[in-house]
């Protein structure tokens, strides 16, 4: 399972799968059934669960690009079943948050880059050469279409959609469909939440939501405000006037 050609520096599990000339260097832990391709580069701290596919030529685990970094122990997690596709570049964390963190069934598609300290949740799509600064949160569930850079500290709400070559400088809230230059909230990300089991009422509730938030005159954090007093609101709706009030960068509108 291991090629004659691949360099490894740390203990495998004995169903590891390494390609040729692949190199795993030191402090690797690797799950069960994890795949390797051929030529890519794994070094550590780094923490991979069951089963993650890691494509041929990729980077993963590499020390932080950032110039505060002066040689700390941080670490890079991946959680089960994600699939990290050829030439991409996954950093581990600084002294500030100590890792960096991709959740499980993730597909992180060519030439991506996860830059230190990102937070990924589970069920995250990021396709061919998003670019991701430090400290960026994606919540679970998101899509980020292809050529899309994303500022540092930017937060990207769960089960929302971003198409593809936008930039994104500002948080962009959950459930949404954002698109657009400079980057705006276009709808809610319908055809995605019902993929995901969203029934009508729940729909409705994020329909007026969004209505209110985006399209009625007013600031957005006193509308926000306005959802999170209001006793009838539910919980998706709470969530996404939460997040609103608690951006620190800014959010799209």
Same mark, same amino acid.
């Given at each position: 399972m291991i090629h004659p050609t691949a360099i490894v520096e740390s203990d495998l599990p004995p169903d590891a799968n390494?390609?040729?000339y692949a190199v795993i260097g030191p402090h690797v832990e690797l799950g069960s059934g994890v795949r390797i391709g051929p030529h890519a580069y794994v070094t550590g701290p780094c923490r991979i669960a +069951?089963?993650?596919? $890691?494509?041929?030529? /990729?980077?993963?685990?590499? +020390?932080?690009q950032d110039l505060k970094y002066r040689g700390e122990r941080t670490e890079l997690i991946i959680g089960?079943?994600?699939v990290i596709r050829e030439f991409a570049n996954i950093n581990r964390g600084t002294a500030e948050s100590g890792r960096t963190v991709i959740g499980s069934d993730c597909l992180i598609m060519a030439y991506v880059h996860v830059a230190h300290d990102c937070v990924i949740g589970d069920r995250v $799509?990021? /396709? !061919?050469?998003? !670019?991701?600064a430090g400290h960026v949160e994606i919540g679970s569930d998101?899509?980020?279409?292809?050529?899309?850079p994303v500022h540092q500290f930017v937060r990207i709400g769960m089960h929302s959609m971003i198409g593809g070559g936008y930039r994104v400088s500002k948080d962009v809230p959950p459930f949404v469909l954002a698109g657009g230059s400079p980057l705006r909230a276009m709808s809610l990300n319908l055809v995605g939440l019902r993929r995901k089991g969203f029934d009508r009422e729940r729909l409705d509730a994020l329909e007026s939501a969004f209505r209110h938030l985006f399209r009625?005159?007013?600031?957005?954090?006193a509308k926000a405000r306005e959802i999170m007093e209001d006793r009838t609101a539910s919980e998706d709706c709470r969530?996404? /006037?939460?997040? $609103? $009030?608690?951006?620190s960068r800014g959010v799209i509108s």
């Open positions: 390494v390609g040729a +069951d089963q993650v596919f $890691i494509g041929p030529s /990729a980077v993963i685990g590499t +020390d932080p089960p079943r994600t $799509i990021l /396709a !061919n050469t998003v !670019n991701m998101v899509t980020i279409g292809g050529v899309v009625d005159k007013g600031t957005l954090t969530h996404l /006037a939460e997040f $609103i $009030i608690t951006s």
